[in-house]
């Protein structure tokens, strides 16, 4: 589920039948036997395995070419979104590009998604410090999106660090990203911590974003719960008829 996110994020990032396509057609001159020429030939042409190889032998001479490579790199990252496979030569690259120009809003959203790709590939084989590592650097690539400091808190829930979770899923939700799992998740905490209050303006968001139906009832039964706690029965049953099978809340008739 959350590969799939990142890889539309990395979809919806690039635009490429808008952005990539027009850079390659405006710039699409020269003799045939260059190998720019024949990269952007390549790609037009729906071969992203050629245009790669084209770009890499044109950059050997050329590495200080930002545009040529940014358009090389938003190719590598299209053809991962589509076929997967190593992450490290994307990073690399995005790197580079981020390194000469950390106003490119475009560069910077893609190094944050490709590293939290990667801390969540650490954060599996239970690497919690490399998977750290990642997270926070892409918290520091593109602070405002919100996104990596929830990964960054699912992280520590895993690690058994529950209130520096807290910490971070209280980060990301002040800038408001659409993760119901971020909102259910905190919502839940405030519940645990007697903030009956909180978790309610927290857990009414999930059904609202209308996305990942599943977590929905979920929200219902933890919504019944905080208002039953704060003696609003009506509330509470009205929720817990739309709750999860299982769901109980002790009291409510």
Same mark, same amino acid.
């Given at each position: ?93 995005? #790197?580079?590009?981020?390194?000469? =120009?950390?106003?490119?809003? $475009?560069? *910077?959203?893609?190094? %944050?998604?490709? !590293? &939290? ?77 007697? #903030?009956?209050?909180?978790?309610? =303006?927290?857990?009414?968001? $999930?059904? *609202?974003?209308?996305? %990942?139906?599943? !977590? &929905? ?37």
């Amino acid at each position: 589920m959350r590969s799939v996110l990142l890889k539309s994020t990395w979809h919806a990032l690039l635009a490429v039948p808008v952005l990539l396509c027009a850079v390659i057609a405006l710039a699409a001159c020269g003799q045939r036997g260059d190998p720019l020429v024949r990269a952007r030939e390549a790609y037009r042409a729906g071969d992203r395995i050629s245009a790669i190889g084209h770009y890499q032998r044109y950059l050997e001479d050329h590495a200080d070419d930002y545009d040529v490579r940014k358009e090389y790199t938003l190719t590598l990252g299209e053809e991962w979104a589509y076929a997967g496979g190593d992450r490290v030569p994307i990073i690399e690259e995005l #790197d580079w590009l981020y390194e000469q =120009r950390p106003s490119d809003e $475009v560069v *910077q959203g893609l190094l %944050s998604t490709m !590293l &939290i790709s990667d801390g969540q590939a650490a954060g599996e084989s239970e690497r919690y410090e490399d998977a750290e590592a990642s997270y926070r650097k892409a918290m520091a690539v593109n602070p405002e999106a919100g996104h990596a400091q929830y990964y960054l808190g699912t992280l520590y829930d895993a690690w058994g660090r529950s209130e520096d979770a807290f910490i971070q899923y209280r980060s990301a939700a002040a800038k408001y990203p659409e993760i119901p799992d971020l909102y259910l998740r905190l919502g839940s905490a405030y519940l645990d911590r007697d #903030d009956n209050d909180r978790a309610i =303006r927290f857990l009414e968001i $999930v059904p *609202q974003l209308q996305i %990942s139906s599943y !977590l &929905i009832p979920e929200a219902h039964c933890l919504l019944a719960r905080a208002y039953f706690a704060e003696g609003l029965e009506d509330e509470a049953a009205e929720h817990f008829e739309r709750a999860i099978e299982g769901c109980t809340v002790v009291g409510l008739r």
